[in-house]
């Protein structure tokens, strides 16, 4: 996969470097009444590209950074319930069970026989 990333990179810088020579013309750009530049056109186009790029680059990193902070906040999250989870069981304590009723007798818990 990483030669034909290369190839398509060394493709589409051969395509720049022959458009940049096929249009290598000086340009005149008025920025403001009385501010003139004279500049080279493929230039202009790359300044044109990366002053386009630069917002949508911050707001791909910004989002990024945020998706980011939330996977790791959930992967705490998960870390700390199988801690949870996988914690060793502690014995409950033996109870003794309850004596048994003398016979003829109720028990104090359980209501009389009413007829």
Same mark, same amino acid.
């Given at each position: 996969?990483? #030669?034909?990333?290369? #190839? ?11 458009? +940049?020579? $096929?249009? /290598? ?6 920025? /403001? ?13 790359? +300044? ?8 949508? /680059?911050? $707001?791909?990193?910004?989002?990024? /950074? ?6 790791? $906040? ?8 199988? +801690?949870? $989870? ?9 109870? +003794? ?5 003398a016979p003829g007798t ?7 026989? #009413?007829?």
């Open positions: 996969m990483g #030669i034909l990333r290369t #190839i398509i990179w060394v493709l589409l810088t051969a395509v720049l470097v022959i458009f +940049a020579m $096929a249009n /290598w013309l000086a340009v005149t750009v008025t920025i /403001w009444p009385g501010q003139v530049l004279d500049t080279k056109l493929p230039v202009l186009i790359l +300044a044109s590209f990366l002053i386009g790029s630069v917002p949508m /680059w911050i $707001a791909l990193r910004t989002t990024r /950074w945020s998706l980011k902070r939330r996977l790791d $906040a959930s992967e705490r999250q998960l870390a700390d319930m199988r +801690a949870l $989870a996988n914690r060793p069981v502690e014995a409950a304590p033996v109870v +003794a069970p309850a004596p048994a009723p109720a028990s104090p818990t359980l209501p009389l026989d #009413i007829p």
